[in-house]
């Protein structure tokens, strides 16, 4: 009697389990594994695939970018304030915007937008999808290039630089960003001749598989990034780049760093050392870069390198920032990038704090280190010393900004950045004509009496549930 009882309940289970599937199986959800909203049964989760239609994602449901997701000319995605919007690690999940596809993403700074892992809260990791890729039609100095990491082929550039991408702009994105193969990557952010028209503020790339933000030609402005617990580096300019810049944050976590050498800024001008114009001529602002040595003078992660690497005939500029806790400060590579700043003007590195506990200044093969040395003490204040919390104190910085020996998951939530003393409180100086249409603030580095990360930024979004 007791056998037939377990056999008929056995039998009941099974067919309930089989309907449930069914279920899935026609309404498209994904399979119900690892991730917050896929195994959750009590929200409903919208599977995103191939080409979209224009449509608006809203708040009320949680969607999975399964594959490579493409917003196509004439087609405008809309995502409400407070959606999530979760990668799929298993196809690799990346939303693309081609060319004359627009994306309106404008969170609020209490109802951001978060495009994240679909992994489960503690088990998300960097790489996990593939991050966001918007193309545009403004110029680079490449012909028609091809995006880096997605298959088919899309290109991008052209010749509106006041071409309109759409709006990112309380934004999140969490835990993306492949290397699919040597300089072949998606990044957590990737900008290819995205115009000015577009609209770029308050935007964050947290726990990137690749650089966090990457523009590839293009003159799009922004202000108020964020790039933290980066792999490789956090703003990475080509192709041209020149457009403005202000109020940026760079925290590496010391575990994290690629065999490629892992920067805080990257700027390069082409694939090569060839005269292709327009240069890379952008102009950042009040950044604050902060690398892995919060004690002493080395990293533990050899792979980390400089505060700022400027390559091939890169000539942008940087003001008003400070760099420190990278091993190395500044390296010019090529002949032709010294050229740019010392020679040409065409870049400029002013009033900037560089604090750098170990090497101060490297150039490539043939360059004139001492010439590098001497452009940028002339008009910049450089701190040789070892790296410590009364040091951070002189300059401004407050040593819980830097991951120290925490781990990964173990970081504030929400640090309060504020700054009221030391050399960043005062100094900024916005006089050259490079600054031109820039805010005007007393302060140097990216924050002054007012967190502008607070309510929206996350700091902590391994364990974070959603």
């Known amino acids: 009697m007791k056998k037939t009882q377990l056999l008929s309940a056995m039998i009941i289970c099974l067919a309930v389990f089989g309907m449930a599937a069914c279920k899935k199986d026609k309404d498209k959800d994904p399979d119900p594994g690892p991730g917050p909203g896929p195994g959750d049964t009590t929200e409903e989760v919208v599977v995103l695939e191939g080409n979209l239609e224009t449509r608006t994602l809203t708040a009320d449901k949680k969607y999975l970018i399964r594959g490579q997701v493409f917003v196509r000319a004439g087609k405008v995605l809309t995502i409400e304030p407070g959606t999530i919007v979760m990668g799929e690690r298993s196809s690799r999940g990346t939303l693309v915007i081609d060319r004359d596809g627009d994306i309106i993403a404008e969170g609020t700074a209490s109802q951001p937008i978060v495009f994240t892992s679909n992994q489960q809260p503690g088990d998300r990791d960097r790489g996990d999808w593939g991050g966001l890729v918007i193309l545009g039609k403004a110029r680079t100095n490449q012909v028609d290039p091809v995006i880096e990491g997605i298959t088919p082929e899309v290109h991008f550039g052209g010749n509106d630089d006041n071409d309109n991408s759409g709006v990112l702009k309380y934004v999140r994105v969490e835990f993306a960003g492949i290397e699919l193969s040597p300089n072949n990557e998606t990044n957590g952010i990737t900008l290819g001749g995205v115009g000015k028209g577009t609209k770029l503020e308050y935007a964050q790339v947290s726990f990137g598989g690749d650089d966090g933000f990457e523009w590839f030609g293009g003159n799009v402005d922004g202000k108020y990034l964020i790039v933290f617990a980066g792999w490789d580096d956090d703003y990475d300019c080509d192709y041209g780049f020149s457009g403005k810049v202000q109020f940026g944050l760079g925290i590496r976590y010391p ?121 940028i003490t002339a008009s910049n204040t450089v701190i040789e010393d070892e790296a410590s919390a009364a040091k951070h104190a002189e300059i401004g910085l407050k040593q819980d900004w830097f991951f120290g020996s925490r781990l990964a998951s173990a970081y504030s939530s929400n640090p309060n950045f504020t700054v009221t003393g030391g050399l960043l409180a005062s100094g900024a100086n916005f006089s050259h004509a490079k600054l031109s249409g820039f805010q005007n603030v007393g302060f140097r580095g990216a924050f002054g009496a007012t967190d502008w990360t607070d309510g929206w930024a996350e700091f902590a979004p391994v364990n974070k549930e959603y």
């Open 255 to 375: 575990g994290y760093a690629d065999q490629s050498e892992s920067n805080g800024l990257e700027w390069d001008n082409g694939p090569n050392d060839n005269d292709v114009q327009p240069y890379s001529t952008a102009t950042f602002s009040n950044f604050t870069i902060l690398g892995p040595i919060a004690e002493g003078k080395s990293a533990s992660n050899k792979n980390f390198a400089y505060g700022i690497d400027l390559r091939r005939r890169v000539a942008m500029s940087l003001f008003n920032s400070v760099i420190a806790g990278y091993p190395k400060g500044l390296r010019m590579n090529q002949t032709s990038v010294l050229e740019q700043y010392a020679d040409k003007q065409n870049g400029v590195i002013s009033n900037n704090i560089f604090h750098f506990p170990a090497a101060a200044f490297n150039g490539g093969s043939s360059v004139d280190v001492d010439a590098v040395e001497a452009y």
